[in-house]
């Protein structure tokens, strides 16, 4: 019995893996076949936003889905799942690359730093629908698909905040350098945009004091206090780790390793602030 429960849950997720390939494919990326762009053209560009779409779907559904509903239930929340997603990865990309086209830099022109930011944008957007659906279920699956986009939505405003807020420190102009192909401030950033998700996601998981405004503001608090953690531990290992040259001019050198050694100070102070947070 325990094998046919586990084989189910594979297949039952491969399902949902090659449903969320297809929408990226046909949908999403219109008229591009994913397979040519990475088997024939190689395209590192479109791997790295592939991979990033499919990690924080994985991570989105296996919160959102329950083997023990009604597969129409299923199919409305893994579609509702994947919609949003994409809807706000596109936001986000509207919103901190409005001046540039990202399907044309990944597609057209295998740029490899817009392929990271948008990967990391999915997997972000992943991170926080797992946070929004992990709370405990209702009587209603309109008041729980209710409060759970709420969450999601609140989580998006503190990713714009966070993200507006982190992204000063590092003092660059993201839309510039990502036009110019620069991997080391993609790197940095991708993990500036994980890190803070991450930290979004632990502050709206799981509401469980019965009244939304509490579970609201206990989820402000928490964001804030994470929010102002990371800062003094990015300050830190800043002061710490690269005391000896200016973080700036190594991202704009482009010193590829200084940006993934600045994107994983960001991942790290994120789970840092888990472990503080009251």
């Not at 990967?119 to 209710?146: C, E, H």
């Not at 830190?236 to 390793?257: A, H, M, Q, Y």
Request: hydrophobic residues 55%; negative net charge; charged residues 15%.
């Amino acid at each position: 019995m325990a094998i046919i429960n586990f084989l189910s849950m594979i297949i039952w997720f491969l399902t949902w893996i090659l449903i969320g390939k297809y929408v990226f494919d046909h949908l999403y990326y219109k008229n591009v076949s994913l397979e040519k762009e990475l088997l024939e053209r190689n395209n590192k560009a479109m791997a790295f936003s592939y991979t990033g779409f499919l990690i924080g779907f994985v991570f989105a559904i296996y919160e959102a889905l329950d083997p023990a509903c009604a597969i129409f239930i299923n199919a409305i929340t893994g579609f509702l799942v994947m919609f949003l997603i994409l809807f706000f990865t596109k936001l986000f990309d509207w919103v901190f690359l409005r001046d540039i086209d990202l399907s044309h830099e990944i597609v057209t022109s295998d740029n490899t730093s817009a392929g990271i930011i948008e990967g990391s944008f999915f997997f972000g957007m992943g991170l926080i629908l797992s946070g929004a659906f992990s709370g405990p279920g209702g009587s209603s699956i309109l008041k729980v698909y209710g409060e759970s986009i709420l969450f999601l939505i609140v989580g998006i405003i503190f990713l714009f905040i966070g993200s507006f807020i982190l992204s000063w420190l590092l003092k660059v102009n993201l839309q510039k350098e990502i036009k110019e192909n620069n991997m080391a401030v993609a790197s940095a950033f991708g993990g500036l945009f994980i890190g803070i998700s991450s930290v979004i996601k632990t502050a709206i998981s799981g509401p469980g004091s019965g009244t939304l405004g509490i579970d609201l503001k206990m989820s402000l608090l928490d964001f804030i206090f994470s929010l102002i953690l990371m800062i003094i531990f990015f300050l830190l290992f800043d002061l710490i780790l690269f005391r000896k040259f200016s973080l700036t001019k190594e991202l704009k050198e482009p010193n590829v390793g200084a940006g993934i050694m600045i994107g994983g100070v960001f991942i790290i102070s994120s789970v840092l602030s888990y472990f503080l947070m009251p």
